[in-house]
């Protein structure tokens, strides 16, 4: 069965200080994708990053990176420099080969305090 | 463009009633999700379509529960007989092809009274 954890509940920084988002997944496929997703208190869910199972590569967006090790099955997600603006639910989420749906962890809340 | 866009954004219910809650995907996106997000969780699937089959429908909490999308386009999730644990967020997402990312509405937040 698939899962996903995100051990941390609530983290909470000062502005420009940076910070890492972790998530952990279960699964028995060996073709499967991993997504981050942002809700600000708007509600709205917003897409971040998909990666597949068979692209290890790390990816960096801005101030925004992703380490992604299938050895440990993490999916780990940094902020640097955090911002007022960065303040949202991050959810990660595991999609299998076989299936369109989404699982989510039960979400990081990140407040970044002035 | 237009996003995905929900109708109604709130929606008050005394328990034993019937709601329908509207999903607008993005126009020409083939497949439309359903999800309930409970507070403080993360969103729990519910159903998928693609285009106006429906092929996945094993998140449905119960038979109360129904979703359509007739003409491959606009999506209806419909909840009978309302009950206290069905207050939730309900979340539609779309997405132009298998495998790409899901784009989400703002959702529908239901309370049931």
């Known amino acids: 069965a698939q899962k996903v954890t995100q051990a941390q509940t609530e983290i909470s920084v000062v502005e420009k200080e940076d910070v890492t988002l972790d998530c952990v997944y279960e699964?028995?496929?060996?073709?499967?994708?991993l997504f981050w997703y942002k809700q600000p208190p708007s509600g709205e869910l917003v897409f971040l990053i998909r990666?597949?199972?068979?692209?290890?590569q790390n990816e960096i967006s801005g101030r925004y990176s992703w380490n992604f090790q299938k050895s440990t099955s993490s999916f780990n997600f940094t902020i640097t420099a955090s911002q007022v603006v960065d303040s949202a639910v991050y959810f990660c989420?595991?999609?299998?080969?076989?299936?369109?749906?989404?699982?989510f962890g039960k979400g990081t809340k990140l407040t970044v305090n002035p | 463009g237009a996003g995905v866009s929900q109708s109604p954004r709130y929606k008050v219910a005394k328990r034993g009633q019937d709601v329908a809650l509207r999903c607008d995907p993005i126009?020409?996106?083939?497949?439309l999700f359903w999800y309930q997000q409970a507070l403080g969780q993360g969103p729990e699937f519910l159903t998928y379509?693609?285009?106006?089959?429906?092929?996945?429908k094993s998140g449905l909490p119960s038979d109360r529960f129904f979703a359509e999308r007739p003409e491959g386009s606009v999506s209806t999730l419909k909840i009978q007989r309302t009950q206290q644990e069905d207050s939730a967020v309900y979340l539609c997402?779309?997405?132009?092809?298998?495998?790409?990312?899901?784009?989400f509405g703002p959702g529908t937040r239901l309370t049931v009274t």
């Open positions: 997402a779309s997405t132009p092809a298998l495998r790409y990312e899901q784009y």
């Open positions: 699964t028995r496929d060996t073709t499967y994708y």
């Open positions: 990666r597949n199972s068979f692209d290890e």
């Open positions: 989420a595991l999609s299998e080969g076989g299936s369109e749906k989404l699982v």
């Open positions: 126009s020409g996106h083939v497949s």
């Open positions: 379509f693609q285009n106006e089959a429906q092929l996945d």
